[in-house]
């Protein structure tokens, strides 16, 4: 069993950063594939960064890709979410999730969840 807790999200103006943090309290964390969730007002969840075990394959989405940036940290346990040049757009509850193997760009493939944490851009 993994538990999930985000950290760091807010309220920031159009063209600020924010980094969100996820701790997670399995000693096994180093073995999981990690992402990074959002889900805007009205909108379906949607994967916008995925990271591998090691930290050493990352992907993102093209809507956030080069402001947004996925790290770990396994000796912390923690995974990261680098946000810079925020956009109104990018406002959504953001959620961290964690799979067992490699990663994957399915929701349904993710066997635990934090519970989010709000991100809100203001133009």
């Known amino acids: 069993q993994v538990q999930l807790v985000e950290s760091g999200g807010g309220s920031v103006q159009a063209g600020g950063s924010l980094r969100l943090s996820c701790a997670a309290s399995?000693?096994?964390?180093?073995?999981?594939?990690m992402g990074w969730f959002r889900q805007p007002p009205g909108k379906e969840r949607e994967l916008v960064a995925n990271?591998?075990?090691?930290?050493?394959?990352?992907s993102q989405s093209d809507s956030v890709k080069g402001r947004f940036t996925i790290s770990r940290d396994n000796a912390k346990k923690t995974v990261f979410l680098q946000m810079n040049s925020l956009k109104p757009e990018d406002t959504a509850v953001y959620y961290c999730?964690?799979?067992?193997?490699?990663?994957?760009?399915?929701?349904?493939?993710?066997?635990?969840w934090g519970q989010g944490t709000q991100v809100t851009v203001s133009s």
């Open positions: 990271i591998n075990w090691s930290g050493a394959l990352t």
């Open positions: 399995a000693s096994t964390f180093s073995t999981y594939a």
């Open positions: 999730a964690a799979k067992s193997g490699g990663r994957s760009w399915s929701l349904q493939d993710y066997d635990y």
